[in-house]
């Protein structure tokens, strides 16, 4: 019989690693923080377009540049533990699935037991 289990997927922090993400959180930052400028114009500009409804129009806006914000500071936090995570330390990043084949007499503990991929700089370093 097969069945499927969840194995996480584990970076190890390199300066290449680093960088990457590094640049992908400030990339993140940075297309949220356009995401907030467009809002506001699609503001303005309905606002002209209906001045009676106003007070909706800013609390629906609102809403939606402050769950952009609520991002941009998780990023930024994240880039704060990035700078302070020493080389050579593994961060979870996400999880697979994995097709096990069971048979009867399997030591299930075994089979239960949590798995691991370490990712180093693109590459599979180690399984366990």
């Not at 009867?104 to 399984?127: C, F, Q």
Request: glycine letters at 4%.
């Amino acid at each position: 019989m097969k069945i499927i289990k969840k194995i996480k997927i584990k970076k190890v922090i390199t300066p290449q690693t680093k960088n990457e993400l590094k640049e992908e959180y400030e990339f993140k930052i940075f297309k949220l923080e356009q995401e907030c400028e467009q809002l506001r114009f699609e503001k303005k500009k309905m606002i002209q377009q209906n001045p009676a409804k106003q007070t909706d129009i800013i609390a629906k806006f609102e809403k939606e540049m402050n769950s952009r914000k609520d991002h941009m500071k998780w990023y930024q936090y994240k880039l704060q533990q990035l700078n302070i995570l020493p080389i050579g330390s593994e961060i979870l990043d996400g999880e697979a699935d994995a097709i096990l084949e069971i048979t009867e007499g399997m030591d299930w503990e075994e089979i239960t037991k949590e798995r691991a991929i370490l990712i180093e700089n693109g590459k599979v370093k180690k399984i366990t």
